[in-house]
């Protein structure tokens, strides 16, 4: 299993740029999430899916897109990129469990580092 | 909205001393789980607590959780300089799907 793989590793993109990051997990896992984290600094979670064709926002959604359209990949989607974005950004997938909804253990990805000019 | 704080912010030991680091969320939670992140790298996942007062051990490491549900510890016992890193708890309240992290406690150890 390749667990959860980030595309790229690396970006830098101009201001008002548009681009998407991939994210994709062969665990079969219902859950998957993106976070930000920014120099010493927590992760923030962007948004989140609990399953194909369900997302839902985070804490920090403004400027970005998500879309499930498969249980595998979880692509974000910056609109129109802003010197406030760069940060590193984390996917993460994890099992849901379905009767009592408390999710179980996740599993990040190496990450994006994105600069924004 | 919802915060998860942690204290310290930073933690400096001498190798073989022991270390806490704690986790206070202003609502309830349903789980919590700890992550610790090494430099460059990405949270790797260390335990989930979900009952109230709850004493997790993995080796040198406790984690336990509050009985109100609020609040989490972990302690390190007598430190070694793989332990470096950043240990981060994350919580999730009831009805929600939403992981809060923590600010996290960045852990140095000196040889």
């Known amino acids: 299993n390749a667990g959860v793989t980030q595309t790229p590793k690396f970006q830098v993109l101009k201001t008002g740029q548009s681009m998407t990051l991939q994210c994709a997990q062969d665990m079969n896992h219902e859950y998957m999430s993106w976070y930000r984290q920014d120099p010493g600094m927590g992760l923030r979670l962007i948004h989140y899916?609990?399953?194909?064709?369900?997302?839902d926002q985070g804490e920090v959604p403004n400027g970005y897109n998500v879309s499930r359209s498969t249980t595998e990949d979880f692509p974000l989607r910056l609109l129109s990129a802003a010197p406030s974005q760069t940060s590193v950004y984390f996917c993460a997938s994890s099992y849901m469990s379905a009767t009592s909804g408390r999710g179980n253990e996740q599993f990040f990805g190496p990450g994006t580092r994105l600069t924004v000019l | 909205g919802q915060q998860v704080m942690q204290i310290p912010q930073y933690q400096h030991v001498q190798e073989g001393e022991d270390f806490t680091t704690y986790c206070n969320s202003s609502t309830t939670l349903s789980n919590i789980q700890w992550y610790k992140q090494r430099p460059g790298g990405h949270p790797v996942f260390l335990i989930q607590l979900v009952k109230s007062g709850e004493v997790k051990k993995q080796k040198r490491l406790t984690f336990q959780f509050g009985e109100a549900k609020k609040n989490s510890s972990l302690h390190i016992t007598a430190t070694q300089t793989t332990d470096v890193g950043t240990y981060f708890c994350?919580?999730?309240?009831?009805?929600?799907?939403?992981?809060?992290f923590g600010t996290g406690t960045r852990l140095k150890v000196l040889a």
């Open positions: 899916s609990v399953g194909a064709g369900i997302t």
């Open positions: 994350a919580g999730i309240t009831s009805g929600t799907y939403k992981y809060i």
